[in-house]
């Protein structure tokens, strides 16, 4: 029996991750997934993002019976604190200020659906930051310049972001912005889907 090909489908509406996952040269849909992003009382940062990124591949497979769905979240932790999409210009404001000088965490969650038989493949790649001792003014300057006001901890390492930040390390330059390219190459190549091939 001939099996029907496969659909890869970015389960989000980030720029950035559609920007990132387009570089592996494969065809895929994108669909926006309707997801509550609240946290459970008591969750830890790392639980909360593996649980919303397959929330989000789960949300749009109803529409897509025979893909390999992708979706990510990201959060940023210091200090025990979980830092997520500021929203608004005085919450970024607020978050930067928190986050100069501190080391963080930003962990991203990533997740392969593949609804053809309800099988998932989960995991998380944490990117250690150390953010520069920021000024006021220096804020205010990297706000009006790029609104990071949709990404977890108020900077867009990707862009003028980088200024803010003494150094980070991690396993995948990719991971900060929001797709962890490295570790999503190897659900694919389990899940049937070689970039290479």
Request: contains cysteine; negative net charge.
């Amino acid at each position: 029996m001939h099996q029907p090909p496969v659909t890869l489908v970015l389960a989000s509406t980030s720029p950035y991750r559609r920007e990132l996952l387009s570089r592996l040269g494969l065809p895929f849909s994108v669909a926006s997934p309707d997801t509550d992003e609240s946290p459970l009382p008591g969750e830890a940062a790392e639980a909360l993002a593996l649980r919303l990124a397959e929330a989000k591949a789960r949300a749009v497979a109803p529409a897509y019976p025979q893909a390999l769905i992708i979706g990510s979240d990201q959060v940023a932790i210091a200090n025990g604190k979980i830092y997520g999409k500021p929203g608004t210009h005085e919450r970024a404001v607020a978050q930067l200020q928190e986050l100069s000088g501190q080391s963080v965490n930003f962990y991203t969650a990533l997740c392969l659906y593949d609804s053809r038989n309800d099988s998932r493949q989960i995991c998380g790649v944490p990117t250690q930051v150390k953010f520069r001792s920021l000024s006021n003014s220096e804020i205010e300057n990297y706000l009006a310049r790029e609104p990071a006001y949709n990404c977890a901890g108020s900077a867009k390492s990707e862009g003028l972001g980088i200024a803010l930040l003494d150094s980070l390390s991690g396993d995948d330059p990719n991971a900060l912005v929001g797709l962890p390219l490295i570790a999503l190459c190897a659900m694919l190549r389990q899940a049937g889907m070689n970039p290479l091939a």
